[in-house]
């Protein structure tokens, strides 16, 4: 059974220690891909993940200023930014978007998003969002800067309710889900989980953080994303094999991979 993990921060000084141990424990327990998230500390090191990827054939990239980054932004960074989406590796522009959870101030936060969706545009990538305590803001955006190009838009650790869900995909954004779908209070991002059809949901863990259930308190690693992909399929009142199956499918269909979705003979949905 193969599963991806479609968001990580395969960087993080949490995996310090024993980084190559955490990617050997994930591949272990069948996880294909890894998409180690680029937004690093910041500007300058946005290479942080496109490292990672050189360094595993099945690990590969985004590149991005994190919302609340931008304030470290220079002259040359999106420029830079631009540079670094010819890496072969790098599939997408991200995470970026809006976070008034911290203090950014939005007005520098907002043409900065816009203007990597422009990037991202022009080199006809998707992009992956973060969006938090700025629902309205980040979809307002999307609908006017990103959904016209038709390209790829991978909401990153969705977190909303079914109606915010049903948003997303009219405007045909995936979701992602990760750990926040198997804690005790997260019954709304349960209920979106359910609704989202099959051809539009990802798994992924934002390790080092929103650890799953069980490990819930711990460090989280891409490991744990079949966690996530057991309480998905519950929910989803779909086989463990066939959740998998279909989230890989359509990681690879959205990042451009050569896709496998053959299905085993007598399985049908
Ligand atoms: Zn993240």
């Known amino acids: 059974m193969d599963f991806v993990d479609s968001h990580c921060h395969l960087d993080d000084r949490k995996f310090d220690g024993d980084r190559d141990a955490t990617i050997a424990r994930a591949r272990a327990v069948g996880v294909k891909y890894m998409l180690s998230i680029g937004t690093g500390d910041g500007p300058p090191g946005l290479e ?65 998003f816009i203007k990597q969706m422009q990037i991202a545009a022009e080199a006809k990538m998707p992009i992956v969002i973060h969006t938090r305590d700025a629902w309205r803001d980040t979809l307002d955006l999307l ?31 995936h979701l992602a889900f990760g750990g926040v779908t198997t804690y005790p209070k997260a019954a709304e991002v349960r209920e979106a989980a359910r609704m989202a059809p099959s051809d539009r949901i990802m798994l992924e863990t934002d390790s080092p953080y929103l650890t799953p259930v069980p490990h819930r308190g711990q460090r989280n690693e891409p490991a744990y994303v079949v966690h996530t992909a057991k309480a998905v399929a519950e929910i ?34």
């Open 236 to 269: 989803r009142g779909v086989p463990l094999e066939q959740l998998a199956r279909e989230t890989t499918a359509n990681f690879e269909r959205f990042f451009g991979f050569p896709v496998q979705e053959s299905q085993p003979p007598g399985v049908t949905h």
């Open 48 to 112: 942080a993940a496109v490292r990672m990827a050189d360094r595993f054939p099945f690990v590969y990239a985004t590149v991005g200023v994190h919302p609340n980054d931008v304030s470290k932004i220079a002259e040359n960074t999106f420029e830079n930014l631009a540079e670094l989406l010819r890496h072969p590796k790098v599939k997408a522009v991200g995470e970026i978007g809006l976070d008034y959870h911290w203090d950014t101030p939005k007005e520098i936060q907002t043409p900065a």
């Open 143 to 173: 609908r006017e800067h990103w959904a016209p190009t038709g390209l790829g838009c991978l909401m990153h650790c969705f977190s909303g309710d079914a109606e915010q869900a049903r948003e997303c995909l009219d405007l045909g954004f």
